[in-house]
């Protein structure tokens, strides 16, 4: 078995774009994705647009969450941005996903952790404003009860595989169109992956078990920096343009 998965979009339409077009290279049909579709100051209507028709198993991010439960007035700019986007077929959309599920049995699909969408599983923020691998011991804890083989979650935007006990894997395929952001959760603190490319893995099982192939591709990065800045969201045009936010 061999399929791509996809995370955190965040209504970046190019970058979306060139990772289908890469999967569809490698001759892959099969794809997952794993949240946060469209919040951001770019393109969420036509990502809506893109997305929906390929009608792939999808699971709801905390930010996909964000625009079906909160009014307009009270969201946070990159989900105000996507709502005004948003068209009510695309709202449908996203109240009918489920927060996890199973793929072909033994995949087993979250946005962030299995009890709660706003949680970094792999990696954590730290009071000086690192962000580190996870202690092995509490990402064992935050799996509960799933017996799984092989375990995807998004959400952090940064690409990672853990193993875990019992020869089960994890892995987040790191985010297709947002490379950086600034958060104040738990702490004050960055995620940069460095570099501008739109990230996605593929999973592939084989006689000895899962493994995962983190791949990145380039896009037409800096005209969705250019739309970022033109929105007035100078750290999502410094995050498009090079990976960092600042
Ligand atoms: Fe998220």
């Not at 019992?166 to 395929?173: A, Q, S």
């Not at 078990?209 to 250019?226: E, H, L, P």
Request: glycine fraction near 8%; aromatic fraction near 6%.
């Amino acid at each position: 078995m061999r399929f791509a998965a996809i995370a955190d979009i965040h209504g970046n339409d190019f970058a979306l774009e060139a990772v289908l077009a890469d999967i569809a290279t490698q001759g892959i049909t099969d794809i997952v994705n794993l949240g946060d579709c469209f919040s951001g100051p770019l393109e969420a209507g036509k990502v809506a647009d893109r997305l929906l028709p390929l009608a792939i198993p999808t699971v709801r991010g905390n930010h996909d969450r964000y625009l079906i439960e909160q009014r307009p007035e009270d969201m946070h700019l990159s989900d105000a941005a996507a709502y005004a986007q948003l068209g009510g077929a695309h709202l449908d959309w996203l109240r009918a996903l489920p927060v996890d599920l199973i793929y072909r049995n033994e995949v087993y699909l979250c946005h962030a952790t299995p009890a709660d969408d706003n949680l970094y599983w792999l990696d954590m923020a730290t009071a000086d404003g690192s962000v580190v691998l996870r202690p092995q011991a509490e990402i064992e804890a935050l799996v509960g009860n799933i017996d799984a083989p092989l375990i995807l979650c998004g959400h952090t935007h940064i690409p990672r595989m853990v193993s875990l006990s019992g020869g089960r894997l994890i892995v987040n395929p790191g985010s297709v169109g947002c490379p950086g952001y600034e958060d104040d959760n738990p702490y004050p603190h960055k995620v940069e992956t460095g570099h501008a490319m739109a990230s996605y893995a593929v999973l592939e099982k084989t006689s000895a078990g899962w493994t995962a192939q983190f791949r990145n591709v380039r896009y037409d990065n800096m005209a969705m920096s250019a739309l970022a800045k033109a929105n007035s969201r100078p750290e999502w045009a410094a995050a498009l343009a090079t990976g960092r936010v600042s």
